[in-house]
């Protein structure tokens, strides 16, 4: 009378989610009833659905067609000591192999701290029955039992005529109290005889109507409700969790899939108890395998003898770069140095044994080793992906991984006319209009009557333009008589004034933000003109420009200073590098390069574990305390420069390349001054000298 296995499979996922362990090693004995079952595949989509996997499945054979037990399944053993799961399920097997199986797994180191050894029910129901040995090769396991009543009037009868029989026939059995097998099997017994009893009052029987009628089965036995729908016993089962101990195990609570994990029995004299979804509230009672004094991590945790290999990209500052002139050839880099600051704050907890290794390849290939549990993990800058998060663990974030657009400020003969962009052309073109309109209206009503304005008609225009000018600067000093100028000139300031004031804003403004100004301004612009862009040779980078941004013209380079060379040999016309690359490039260069254009955003840059690696959670965990104390912030600084903008100690001062072009309109227009003055007197020179001589002449005549 076997229950639905879907039940304990349920509380088998619900057991490893709740201490977070994500790799499973399966062990079950390749008898009739496994695999064929199904039950490795519900097993397996159950541990799917709490984000856990199966790492490997030990199928071992049927315990009495093996001639030499020990040595086949010593050799067996031995395989799971290459995996990095130290979480096993013993889900399908008979005692004898589970025996064999538990005693190996002792001898060979597989029963020590950190490992989790979760029984099933074929063998958690023998508990009471086994040997001593068992018990202690299966130290601190957690075992899935049976549940049922032993507390109603049925049970207690059946109990005492149990152990009378059972004591007489087995004298030397120290446990004479009924299993599960036997409730089950004597409820199995019920069923058959209820169903020919009622048999017996029909005319007609066969083998077919008495099947039908135990399947009518509907009553409570001593294994709990017996009643079958489809052929099969319907009924939710619970389950006891216990916890081998010492010479025996302890009960911690109760397990079903509808209520959840329980200390007690889900209903008992009627009051119904509310389970919880996580096991934790046991954690506290389980004494775990090697007597470990917190949650074992369910993985190969490195030693002294056997560290954690970390590869870590050779060449790459100033994340992480080889030392070869120390003497221990050891790594520095911002990478490296934040890493060793996590393996002090998990020190507290545990140490973490661990060996740099170098590696030459490219970040990709790096994250394809660690995949392939060629490295344990990996410390680098290295982006959180989609496509490399379903091979690898990665840790929290420790800086933000956006993509922008880096390209050279504007170049100094493009600053030149800087005085003129506050105003725009429609702007300027209006405003000298203005000014000459009333510069004539001006000289019109003052020509006739203002002695100032008197003279001929180029000193009356001269005198006219100046005054209007003058006016810009209200430094005029020439006086007006009629009323309608007054009138004139008065509006004529007001919108002086208000021009003047918003030219002085509007240069002020530019000429902040345009020490900055970027020579492309737009991705829009690079693609209508088919400009070259670069980006860094071992990164995603290169994929997401030509994919998803469509850019054909891209130039993979390597190395911040060849960056800085393509720039100025105009092979390139921008580059698209993230942020902590970006934040590296600027804290030398931010006076003739910045940022412009979208953000794009990603995952962030991460250190890589294993799949299922416990070791990135603690690690994560670890970083968030770095953030939140400021030592990520301090590695940052020191590293990668500070984001506080770009250190500039001519913040106040106003360079030549925003007015050179002004001064040149100056000396430009004082140059053409002088020389036409300086035309205009020698050529008057010799006219002069002429009438002289003339007037001494006729003086001379005059004397004579």
């Known amino acids: 009378m076997a229950t639905d296995s879907q039940e304990q499979i349920n509380c088998i996922a619900d057991i490893v989610n709740s201490y977070h362990w994500r790799k499973i090693i399966v062990i079950h004995e ?5 695999p064929n079952s199904g039950s490795y595949t519900m097993l397996s989509k159950a541990l799917e659905k709490v984000s856990a996997s199966i790492e490997y499945d030990l199928i071992l054979p049927t315990f009495h067609s093996l001639s030499d037990p020990k040595t086949y399944i010593r050799q067996e053993v031995r395989k799971l000591r290459k995996k990095q799961s130290r979480v096993f399920i013993v889900h399908q097997s008979s005692l004898p192999l589970a025996t064999h199986l538990l005693r190996e797994a002792k001898d060979l180191g597989l029963m020590d701290r950190d490992s989790v050894w979760i029984l099933a029910d074929s063998i958690s129901d023998l508990l009471d029955s086994v040997d001593p040995s068992f018990i202690s090769s299966a130290q601190g396991a957690i075992g899935i039992k049976s549940n049922y009543s032993d507390s109603n009037r049925h049970f207690l009868d059946l109990k005492d ?19 599960i097998h036997a409730l089950k099997a004597y ?22 109507l008495l099947l039908n009628e135990i399947q009518s089965s509907n009553f409570i036995g001593l294994s709990g409700e017996i009643r079958f729908y489809g052929g099969k016993l319907e009924r939710k089962s619970t389950f006891k969790i216990v916890n081998i101990v010492n010479t025996t195990y302890k009960e911690l609570g109760i397990c079903s899939s509808e209520f959840g994990f329980s200390e007690r029995h889900m209903e008992e004299k009627g009051i119904r108890v509310t389970g919880i979804d996580s096991m934790n509230e046991f954690v506290s009672s389980v004494k775990w395998p090697g007597e470990l004094d917190r949650v074992p991590k369910g993985w190969a945790m490195p030693n002294a003898s056997d560290p954690m290999r970390i590869g870590v990209p050779k060449d790459h500052p100033p994340f992480t770069f080889w030392n070869e002139t120390s003497n221990d050839n050891e790594f520095d880099g911002f990478c490296v140095k934040l890493f060793e600051e996590v393996v002090k704050v998990l020190n507290k907890s545990y140490t973490l044994h661990y060996s740099f ?24 800058d290295f982006t959180i992906l989609a496509n490399r998060s379903r091979f690898v663990e990665f840790t929290q974030p420790f800086m933000e991984s956006d993509l922008q657009m880096l390209v050279p400020v504007k170049s100094e003969h493009q600053m030149a006319l800087m005085f003129v962009k506050p105003f725009t052309r429609n702007m300027w073109m209006v405003t000298i209009a203005i000014l000459f309109y009333t510069m004539f209206v001006v000289w019109f009503i003052e020509h006739q009557k203002n002695p100032v304005f008197k003279g001929s008609r180029k000193d009356q225009l001269g005198t006219a333009m100046w005054f209007t000018f003058s006016s810009l600067f209200f430094v005029h000093r ?7 100028t007054k009138l004139v000139v008065v509006v004529w300031l007001f919108v ?20 900055l100004e970027p020579s492309v301004t737009s991705l829009e612009w690079i693609k209508s003109k088919n400009l070259s862009v670069g980006c860094d040779d071992d990164s995603f980078v290169e994929d997401y420009l030509r994919d998803v941004l469509d850019l054909k013209k891209i130039k993979t380079i390597s190395g911040h200073d060849n960056f800085l060379g393509e720039f100025r ?17 600027l804290k030398d260069h931010c006076k003739d390069y910045t940022v412009t254009g979208p953000t794009y955003s990603f995952g962030g840059l991460g250190f890589v574990f294993q799949k299922g690696s416990p070791i990135a959670r603690d690690v994560s965990e670890a970083i968030l305390t770095l953030m939140e104390n400021g030592m990520v912030k301090n590695l940052t600084n020191k590293y990668l420069g500070s984001s506080d903008g770009c250190p500039n100690s001519e913040t106040e001062s106003l360079s030549l390349k925003s007015f050179w072009g002004l001064f040149l309109v100056s000396a430009a227009i004082s140059t053409i001054c002088f020389l036409i003055f300086t035309l205009r007197l020698l050529k008057k020179k010799p006219k002069d000298s002429q009438v002289h001589s003339y007037d001494l002449a006729q003086r001379g005549g005059s004397s004579s």
């Open 569 to 585: 040999s105009k092979n390139i016309s921008a580059a698209f590098l993230d942020l902590p690359h970006q934040r590296v490039f």
């Open 496 to 515: 002086v004034l208000v021009l003047s004031s918003s030219y002085k804003a509007s240069l002020t403004s530019m000429l902040t933000v345009s020490r």
């Open 187 to 208: 409820d199995s017994i019920t069923a058959i005889a209820e169903a020919v009893e009622k048999l017996s009052r029909n005319t007609t029987s066969s083998p077919k």
């Open 478 to 484: 020439e006086k007006v008589n009629s009323n309608y």
């Open 357 to 380: 290794v170098p590696f030459n390849g490219t970040h990709n290939e790096l994250v394809g080793n660690v995949s392939n549990e060629i490295f344990d993990a990996a410390v680098g």
């Open 161 to 179: 005529q149990f152990r009378k029989n059972f004591s007489r026939s087995y004298p030397n059995e120290d446990n004479s109290d009924p299993g």
């Open 30 to 34: 390749d008898n009739n009833y496994f």
